[in-house]
């Protein structure tokens, strides 16, 4: 069974800082792009930041600067830390795994996995 398991999120005064963590299985993490989204309250879910099996990261404009993904392979887990938080962060973040479903054979079925969501909420 697939299983993305969020940490992290929590209450911070703006100008703080937050690190999300996203631990996945083995198999999954191994061959997938994975990324965090957020959603607010009323708002679509957008995408954060995204950061390719082979290493490549894209960022939202607003979060630029401030945000950054990365990926620990021996622990199969993905990061967001954040930094400088705006009153604007503040929305579920969610982790996302995305990819070819089986990557060793000629297959273009792919995978589209979530996690159940962390809160960020960040004061003025």
């Known amino acids: 069974q697939v299983q993305l398991v969020e940490s992290g999120g929590g209450l911070v005064q703006a100008g703080g800082s937050l690190r999300l963590s996203c631990t996945t299985s083995?198999?999954?993490?191994?061959?997938?792009?994975m990324g965090w989204y957020r959603q607010a309250p009323g708002k679509q879910r957008e995408l954060v930041a995204h950061?390719?099996?082979?290493?490549?990261?894209n960022y939202a404009d607003s979060v630029k600067g401030r945000f950054t993904i990365s990926r620990d392979y021996a622990k199969n887990t993905v990061y967001l830390q954040m930094n400088s938080l705006k009153p604007e962060d503040t929305a579920v973040y969610y982790c996302?795994?995305?990819?070819?479903?089986?990557?060793?054979?000629?297959?273009?079925?792919?995978?589209?996995?979530w996690g159940q969501g962390t809160q960020v909420t960040v004061s003025s």
């Open positions: 950061y390719t099996s082979g290493g490549s990261t």
């Open positions: 083995r198999s999954i993490f191994s061959t997938a792009a």
């Open positions: 996302n795994a995305e990819g070819l479903l089986y990557p060793s054979v000629e297959s273009q079925l792919r995978f589209d996995y």
